[in-house]
T-cell receptor, first 112, second 115 residues
């Protein structure tokens, strides 16, 4: 059974720092991995989608990498800003299924 | 930019009542989903829907739940005889395709509170 874990559970950093959020999954057989942002009490905003054949994806200050064989993905946020404060979720798409399996998230706070 | 919309944003109901949560997926998307997130827990898959029928459902999605696409734009989740443990945030999502790794886009959610 696929399990998705995110470390750390919470992170508090000063503005301007580069930071790395980690996601690990137990079964390397996935179609893709998606990173989301969730603001308190709000919906999920898709940040990046990495297909299983890809190693990384970039969008602005965000870079996500995928190492399928080791069951890991990292989300790198460059030059963090207070507006980046949110919970970041990763989710994997197993083969032969429609669903996404989510991790528990990393709650990020960036202070001025 | 196209987005998934959901109504209402917050629904309060009494235990045993029926509720209908509504969603308007992105217009050219073919696959629709419902997920839920109990406070402090992971987002969990409930059901997927394609071509006017359920494509896949989780063990959570029992006879208490049903989904429907009543017209060309709306997608609904009905919960019959609500229970206290149904209190959660319910998210609708849509994608162009599925089972090939297409990106799922989520709505803002409906917070359901069962009293």
């Amino acid at each position: 059974k696929q399990e998705v874990t995110q470390i750390p559970a919470a992170l508090s950093v000063p503005e301007g720092e580069n930071l790395v959020l980690n996601c690990s999954f137990t079964d390397s057989a996935i179609y893709n991995l998606q990173w989301f942002r969730q603001d308190p009490g709000k919906g999920l905003t898709s940040l990046l989608l990495i297909q299983s054949s890809q190693r990384e994806q970039t969008s602005g200050r965000l870079n996500a990498s995928l190492d399928k064989s080791s069951g890991r993905s990292t989300l790198y946020i460059a030059a963090s800003q207070p507006g980046d404060s949110a919970t970041y979720l990763c989710a994997v798409s197993p083969p032969n299924t429609d669903k996404l399996i989510f991790g528990t998230g990393t709650r990020l706070q960036v202070f001025p | 930019e196209p987005e998934v919309t959901q109504t209402p944003s917050h629904q309060v109901t009494q235990m045993g009542q029926e509720v209908i949560l509504r969603c308007v997926p992105i217009s050219n998307h073919l696959y629709f989903y419902w997920y839920r997130q109990i406070l402090g827990q992971k987002v969990e898959f409930l059901v997927s829907f394609y071509n006017n029928e359920i494509s896949e459902k989780s063990e959570i999605f029992d006879d208490q739940f049903s989904v429907e696409r009543p017209d060309g734009s709306n997608f609904t989740l009905k919960i019959r005889s609500t229970k206290l443990e149904d209190s959660a945030m319910y998210f609708c999502a849509s994608s162009e395709e599925s089972r090939g790794g297409n990106e799922q886009f989520f709505g803002p959610g409906t917070r359901l509170t069962v009293l």
